[in-house]
């Protein structure tokens, strides 16, 4: 993922209200499944232009965001004094540069897609969680390949939500749940997306 696929977009990616009501959605999915509170580090992970973390910020004390694209993390810089809570940015890939130090949660919003090895993705998630912390981790159903119309490095199109939950098991996380968190609207079709939730013991 070395290459910014989203230096295109970054400047219009808010102006999809589409977009922005998917990660609202989102926003409110995980709300409902994971406790937060002030005392808790988050980090979130694929955090673009920070849709999703501006919506959890307020009920947390910290958040690191990471993500790959510079012109994303840009965006997320110049909104960083409107963030309810302290923000760490980061621009590195997780696989490839890990983080030494754990959170209490990980959220992340429709990226897991962007990334093609989600078995070891979701093991350094259970890694980087202090004991009883949580993923809420957000991304599409199994869909046709028409979601995406551009090229922004997908490595899935979608994920069956069966297959996933047990790729959280054997990551090692309990308490895993897949719920529904929104319905993305676009002039071809629907696009449901899901909510993956689980603990580290």
């Known amino acids: 993922m070395s290459h910014d696929f989203f230096a295109q977009k970054a400047a219009s990616y808010e102006q999809n209200p589409q977009r922005v009501d998917n990660v609202v959605a989102i ?8 406790l937060l509170n002030r005392d808790m580090q988050l980090l979130d992970f694929g955090s673009g232009t920070g849709l999703l ?5 307020p009920l947390v004390g910290k958040i690191t965001a990471i993500d790959v694209s510079p012109s994303m993390n840009a965006q997320l810089r110049a909104k960083a004094p409107d963030i309810a809570c302290e923000l760490e940015v980061l621009e590195q ?8 130090r754990q959170f209490d949660g990980i959220i992340s919003s429709m990226t897991l897609h962007h990334i093609a090895d989600i078995p070891a993705l979701l093991r350094e998630f259970h890694r980087l969680l202090k004991p009883g912390g949580f993923i809420a981790l957000a991304d599409l159903d199994l869909e046709d390949g028409s979601f995406h119309t551009e090229d922004t490095g997908v490595f899935h199109c979608g994920f069956d939500r069966t297959d996933i939950a047990a790729q959280a098991l054997a990551a090692g996380f309990t308490d895993v749940q897949v719920v529904d968190a929104s319905v993305v609207q676009k002039p071809h079709g629907q696009y449901p997306v899901f909510l993956l939730s689980g603990r580290r013991s």
């Not at 926003?27 to 994971?34: C, F, H, S, T």
């Not at 890939?93 to 030494?100: A, E, G, K, M, S």
């Open 93 to 100: 890939d997780l696989l490839q540069t890990p983080i030494n």
């Open 53 to 57: 973390l501006q919506q959890i910020a």
């Open 27 to 34: 926003g409110n999915a995980i709300k409902a499944q994971v």
